[in-house]
């Protein structure tokens, strides 16, 4: 089965601080990769999303993610996180071949104003 | 609003009880799943159904019981559940099966459940 890694469990940040979250994936194939977002008591909800062309891919809020195909990798980045950034942020794979969506153990994020 | 609703957000239920939790969505899809969500692990899928039929169970323990009446709504079954089945259950659509081009997933808000 394919794995997702989220490095980091736990970000804590100052507001202006510049953010990037670690993801690595396991299938060594046609991939499609996602960043999620659950704010407190909300929704898990899509930042961004990445199925061809440009690897950098810019999604909501200022959000933007890497796919680096070599190193089975899609980080998320902004480079200046808001109080309102507050959340926790989950990685996820599928596959062209595949029937589910793969998510990572996710990473809480908190940012002090 | 999601589009993905979940009903009832929260449960309390004993090991004996039968309960049911249901998913709508309205979104058009045609693909539909249940994941389960505990502290500090990854979204464990359980069950995927696409056009009504189910096209993967993981595993998952007999005491869970999916049902699809049509593509818009989705139950979960609950029989003799145990404590560590106390978890955060999500729903969730699609509009094509996993895996083809530019299909993403679309969650409800969950269904918090504690066993006692």
């Known amino acids: 089965a394919q794995s997702v890694s989220q490095h980091n469990h736990h970000v804590i940040l100052s507001e202006a601080a510049s953010l990037e979250l670690g993801c690595n994936y396991s299938y060594g194939g046609t991939v499609n990769l996602f960043w999620y977002v659950q704010y407190p008591g909300q929704h898990l909800q899509l930042l961004l999303k990445y199925f061809s062309g440009d690897p950098l891919v810019k999604g909501i809020k200022g959000f933007e993610a890497e796919f680096i195909k070599s190193k089975f990798s899609f980080n998320l980045r902004k480079p200046s996180v808001q109080w309102s950034d507050t959340a926790e942020y989950f990685c996820?794979?599928?596959?062209?071949?595949?029937?589910?969506?793969?998510f990572g153990t996710g990473t809480s994020l908190t940012v002090i104003p | 609003e999601t589009g993905v609703t979940q009903t009832p957000r929260h449960l309390v239920m004993g090991m004996t009880n039968k309960k049911s939790l249901k998913c709508e969505q309205h979104l058009g899809h045609n693909a539909m799943y249940w994941y389960k969500q505990s502290a500090k692990k990854p979204l464990e899928l359980m069950f995927v159904y696409n056009f009504k039929e189910q096209t993967e169970n993981n595993s998952v323990p007999s005491r869970f019981s999916p049902e699809c009446p049509n593509s818009s709504h989705l139950f979960l079954h609950l029989h003799t559940l145990q404590p560590e089945d106390s978890a955060l259950y999500l729903c969730?659509?699609?509009?094509?099966?996993?895996?083809?081009?530019?299909?993403?997933?679309?969650f409800g808000q969950g269904t918090r459940l504690t066993v006692v």
């Open positions: 969730a659509s699609s509009q094509d099966r996993a895996g083809r081009r530019n299909t993403e997933a679309f």
């Open positions: 996820a794979v599928n596959t062209n071949t595949g029937n589910q969506f793969y």
